[in-house]
Structure formats: C-alpha cells, structure tokens
C-alpha cells in the first residue's frame, strides 16, 4: 500500500485477493468469517496436524501428519466450512509479517475444529489465547445454560518475536476499587481474556445496519494491543467495515475485502468523508453525502447547460 493512503476497500473474493497480496505485508489481520459460506464445496475432512515426522510436506517445508478426527458425524455443511477456510487461512498466514498476529473471530459450535484447523496452519506453539467476548443479549433458553459469547483466537506468526503493546491497551476499572487501593483503582486494570463488552447498540452513531456487525470497542482492543500507529491492518470478512474503523480511529492503515455488494454499500456511507481512501471494484459515491452532492451539482449544471466539475 503506497505511503499517503489510508485504507482500500475492495469487492473481491477474498481467495483470489489474497493470492494476489505479497507475502509479509500486513501487520495484523482480523477476521470474522461467516458459517454458512452458501457455496458447494468440495467435501473434504480436516485431516492434518504439523509433526516432525509426519508424511505429508507443506507450506514452508512444514511437515504434516494425517489424522482421522471421527468426520463421519460431522454435517457436510461443517465439512464443506473447514475446506472453505482452510486456503484462506493458509493465505493469512502468508501475507502476515514476521512480527504479525492473527484474530479468528468464530463462535462456540465452531471454535475447536478451527482451532485445530490454525494449530495446523499456524503451529500449536503459535497459538496465545481464546478470548472469550461474552456478551448479555437477546433470548433465554430454559432447557440449557444461555450461549452468551463469541471467542477469538489469537495467533501469531512468531512466538518468539511479535508485538504485544500491553501498555497501550485501554484498562478497564476493577470490580471491587475499594480492595484495590486509590492509585491502583484510579489507573484501573488490564483486561484479562475474558472480555465483557454489549453488542453493537441498536441506537446511536455505531449502529450500521449491518446484520453481522461487531463493536468497535472489542476491534479497538486488538489493534490497540497487536499494532502500532501506520500498521497495516488487513480484515478479508469486512462486512460493515469494523476493523477499519478501529484502524482508522487510532492511526493505523487498513485494507478491507468483502464480497457482497451490500457490506461495501455500507462501507461507504461508514466511511463518507475520509480522505485518503482508495476502492477498488465498487464506487461508493452513490452512497455517500459527498457524492450525492457532486451528482446533484453536476445535474445542475448539465439543466443551465454548463456542466462543471465539482
Ligand atoms: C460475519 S460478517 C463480518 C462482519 C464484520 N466483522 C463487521 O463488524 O461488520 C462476514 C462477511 O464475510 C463476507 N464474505 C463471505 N464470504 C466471502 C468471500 N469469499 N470473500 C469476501 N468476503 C466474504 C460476507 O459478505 C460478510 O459480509
């Protein structure tokens, strides 16, 4: 990404568009996939986990053993998801930098087998934490324990050398201040990897419409701890545009790719009046004030029959 931009959208298939980023060129990638990819996909089981001596030789001479995991049982919907996932992922681990971490946002039915999915791509060693966001929203089951929470893995390239800026992460207050004494209450405490965060409020200036959108609270945390100000930060599942929104807030750079039009339709009235942003395969005027006031100008100016640029 040139120097003096700021961010680039694009409506692409991430597959195809991370085969095309070089490798090593972003610093953190968040991603929020969704479950249902609503494709046919070849079936296929996951079926490798890295080991010394295993049979199989893959990405960076990595060897591979395989492994059974019992797929009998799993649904083709589930099979089908890890297929899916499984180049994207091999294409995140590619393009991250050597000081890189990824964050897997998935939810409670999926997390192990994409944890075991990463450990393969990523090393189990690579892995640092799941945190879980819990959250208090929405209906009450009376036959279980309500699922309250999303979990995000955190990986990273290099266990040995990658960023974690503990001392840039917002601290939140203590649950008993007054155990805790004045000095320590008043500059509160790290989270822990557990975070209590509300959903996107249905009311106020975060709310995007988005169906699927995340908060920007929990996306600030992360790019807060795993960036520096000019990192790149990738998210290839943008939907709504939340990491970039975190990024652009604390003075990172971001590149943001989602495939339906309707997330990037989003994006840009999220984005209206930013400089700095470059879109590739979508036009957002449409959609924002600015452009709406350079068409409604040139309209003007096409009826007293002196069309000027705006
Ligand atoms: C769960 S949403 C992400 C929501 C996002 N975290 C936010 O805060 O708004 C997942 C997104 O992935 C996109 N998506 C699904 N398959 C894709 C693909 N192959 N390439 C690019 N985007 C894809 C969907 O269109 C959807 O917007």
């Known amino acids: 990404m040139r120097e003096h931009v700021v ?33 046919v996909q070849q079936r296929t089981q996951l079926r490798t986990v890295r080991s010394r001596d295993g049979d199989r030789v893959g990405f960076q001479g990595r060897r591979y053993q395989s492994i059974v995991l019992g797929t009998k049982r799993f649904s083709d919907c589930f099979d089908d998801y890890l297929a899916f996932l499984e180049p994207r992922l091999i294409e995140a681990h590619r393009v991250l930098a050597a000081h890189g971490s990824l964050y897997f946002h998935i939810d409670y039915r999926e997390v192990h087998y994409c944890k075991v999915l990463l450990d393969a791509i990523f090393g189990r060693e690579a892995f640092l934490n799941e945190i879980i966001w819990a959250y208090d929203y929405g209906g009450r089951p009376k036959n279980r324990w309500p699922p309250k929470h999303d979990n995000i893995l955190f990986y990273v390239k290099d266990p040995s050398n990658y960023e974690f ?20 209450a008043a500059r509160g405490k790290l989270p822990t990897d557990t975070w209590w965060h509300t959903i996107v409020p249905t009311r106020g200036t975060e709310k995007t419409g988005y169906p699927t959108q995340k908060p920007l609270g929990i996306l600030r945390r992360i790019v807060q701890a795993s960036s520096r100000p000019g990192s790149v930060v990738l998210d290839f599942f943008a939907g709504s545009g939340t990491a970039g929104a975190a990024a652009l807030e604390l003075g990172r750079r971001f590149i ?25 395969g979508f036009d957002p005027t449409p959609y924002q004030k600015r452009g709406k006031q350079r068409e409604l100008f040139a309209a ?9 640029d705006a």
């Not at 991430?14 to 479950?35: G, H, K, M, T």
């Not at 003007?300 to 000027?308: F, P, S």
């Open 256 to 280: 943001l790719v989602d495939n339906h039009p309707e997330a990037l339709a989003v994006m840009a009235r999220r984005f209206d009046g930013v400089e700095g942003i470059e879109w590739f």
């Open 165 to 184: 800026h503990v001392d840039a992460i917002e601290r939140i207050p203590y649950m008993a201040p007054g155990l805790a004494g004045r000095e320590k």
């Open 7 to 39: 961010g680039q959208i694009h409506l692409a298939d991430n597959l195809e568009f991370l085969r095309q980023l070089p490798a090593a060129s972003v610093d953190l990638i968040y991603i929020d996939p969704p479950f249902n990819t609503g494709k």
């Open 300 to 308: 003007r100016g096409a009826r007293q029959g002196c069309a000027r």
